[in-house]
């Protein structure tokens, strides 16, 4: 079946550390994939995306490129600051054949903190 | 644009008792999707409905009910509540169409503790 792992938290780095969060995945077919950021009491929020192989998605300094050979989507950000502290998750996006909606697979989520 | 709301915030529950989590979306989304969040486990689905009228069964559905009342409105009941639905649960929506995939947005979330 589909499913996504990523890397386990938490992860404490300094301030404008270099950040990557490792992300791989098993999945049929050709999903969309993505990386959603929770900040502290609030809802998940979609940080980036990436919708064929050989993408890249962008937001905010983040960036992560879809590898098919790999089966790989890793978080990369090359500075990172105290605002970034939160959790990161990976997931997948598949669409079923009869059906329409995309049902989004998640990883477990990763804890990202930030010291000044 | 108020984007998908959730109502209550905070709820305590004992063994047995029930409730309704209410969800709304207000970007004219087919889709609605019901997740629980529980430590260490990622987001798991309950329930979605992919359109109006439809609902279908996700990872986690038993002990839960659903309810599409109309496009913009898809609910959560939990008809006798244990200890184990202790959890915060999200509510999303996304546009739709047969093959392609969109991105979900999802609301602020329900706290729920059952004691």
């Known amino acids: 079946g589909n499913s996504v792992t990523q890397m386990e938290g938490p992860v404490t780095l300094s301030e404008e550390a270099f950040l990557t969060i490792n992300c791989t995945y098993t999945a049929t077919g050709y999903p969309s994939l993505f990386w959603y950021v929770q900040y502290p009491g609030e809802g998940l929020q979609l940080l980036l995306k990436?919708?064929?192989?050989?993408d890249k998605g962008s937001n905010k300094g983040f960036e992560a490129t879809y590898r098919k050979e790999t089966t790989s989507f890793h978080l990369e950000k090359g500075s990172v600051q105290v605002s970034d502290s939160a959790v990161y998750f990976c997931?997948?996006?598949?669409?079923?054949?009869?059906?329409?909606?995309?049902?989004?697979?998640f990883g477990s989520g990763t804890r990202l903190s930030i010291r000044p | 644009n108020a984007g998908v709301t959730q109502t209550p915030k905070f709820q305590v529950l004992k063994t047995g008792q029930s409730m309704t989590l209410q969800c709304a979306q207000d970007?004219?989304?087919?889709?609605m999707y019901w997740y629980r969040q529980d430590p260490g486990m990622g987001l798991r689905l309950i329930y979605y409905?992919?359109?109006?009228?439809?609902?279908d069964k996700g990872e986690v559905p038993n002990g839960y009910n659903v309810s599409r009342l109309n496009k913009r409105e898809f609910s959560l009941r939990l008809e006798s509540a244990a200890p184990s639905q202790t959890s915060v649960y999200f509510c999303?929506?996304?546009?739709?169409?047969?093959?392609?995939?969109?991105?979900?947005?999802f609301g602020p979330g329900t706290r729920l503790t059952v004691l």
């Open positions: 409905s992919a359109s109006e009228g439809t609902t």
């Open positions: 970007m004219n989304h087919n889709s």
């Open positions: 997931a997948l996006s598949t669409s079923g054949r009869y059906s329409s909606a995309s049902k989004i697979i």
């Open positions: 990436a919708t064929k192989a050989d």
């Open positions: 999303a929506s996304s546009e739709s169409y047969r093959g392609r995939l969109y991105e979900q947005f």
